[in-house]
């Protein structure tokens, strides 16, 4: 069904970078989600009238929230679909992150609720009631969450949104509460044990840990995680397939929401070419940049002396220095001033964020061996992290 409505409502539903494509698949996912939610609230108020059962009308009031839920998402998306303005020059597309924050503390605070009333259940247990018309309900129930969960799975892993993995993982918490909820009305029929509290504690904790996975996955990217290494190489790929540009660093991405990206980056060119012809293969690489991975690219040069003989093996020469002392670290922008009295080295060094060496270590050891091969080496160094 969701497979339907996506091909009719999204036309150009392959193009997920935009951020017009991305809230339609969330007005479809939230659209939907709010039908199948109301529809299991209808039949599930109604066998819990019908049966006379407390715990069947609650959890369908569960399912109106989670229509809440829903809501939420639409929202989310359509603020993340605005256009830049004047207080927003970035655009709004981390409001996608936000909604699927507030669906996870959401969940956290359904699987708290559960594991309390659970606890409740095993101090003051109660016969759990069991007619068939609660059993085709929360059979019912239990495949229309598995369902809204596949779907909301499929649709996050296609357009790679942390909003719609949280809203799967709130549909997978409520099939497990509510299978949970069968279980322990079977087992109490067939054998008489009153397993209901410990169930749900059980299934409390698990959903505790889904909705933490789900926190984590829309508050990393509100924080600035790092960016992911499918995007990196293919930045890479298309900047060094300039046979003008020697070597690319100081890549840094900025993340303002799916499909709303900034990068910024270093390129090595030879210092003896043409600067014009040169800045205009830098330009040409910022317009690729901005119409194949849609980010707002800003390209430096850094001129090399790619052709001085000299200078390259000072060059290779510190970077075996750097390799004696850990292998992990590289070198970039390097220059070399000769004066009368002593020679200017000057180098990047890009060190781990984890290192057994502080920084000031690591530039008296790098100086130290410079100065072992030649006391008239000096050194200038500037500390970089990947």
Known sequence: MITL????????RENTDSPAVRRKYGVVSGG???????????????AGLFSGSISVIADAFN?????GSSIITMIGFQIAAQEADPDHPFGHGRSEYISGLIVSIIILVMAVEL?????????HPEPVAFTPIILITLVFSILVKLYMYCYNKSLSEKIASAALRATATDSFSDCLATGTVLAAAVISQLSGCQIDGWCGILVGILILHGGYDAAKDTISPLLGQAPDPEFIRRITRIVTEYDEVLGIH??????????????SLHAEVPAKGNILALHDTIDNIEKRLQRELRCSAVIHMDPVMNDDAETM?????????LSQIDAALTLHDF?????????????DVVVPYHTDYTVEQLKEGIETRLREIDPAYCAVIQIDHP
Request: with cysteine.
């Open 5 to 12: 409505l996506v091909h009719f409502l999204i036309p150009d």
């Open 32 to 46: 939907f989600g709010i039908f199948l939610n109301i529809l299991l609230f209808a039949s599930k108020f109604a």
């Open 63 to 67: 399912n109106l929230s989670d229509a």
């Open 115 to 123: 594991i309390r009333s659970s606890v409740s259940k095993i101090i």
């Open 250 to 263: 100081d890549l840094i991405v900025h993340d303002y929401g799916p499909g709303r990206r900034m990068i």
């Open 313 to 321: 093996a000072c060059k290779t020469m510190a970077a075996d220095v």
């Open 335 to 347: 220059r070399m001033v000769k004066g009368t009295t002593h020679t200017n080295l000057i180098f």
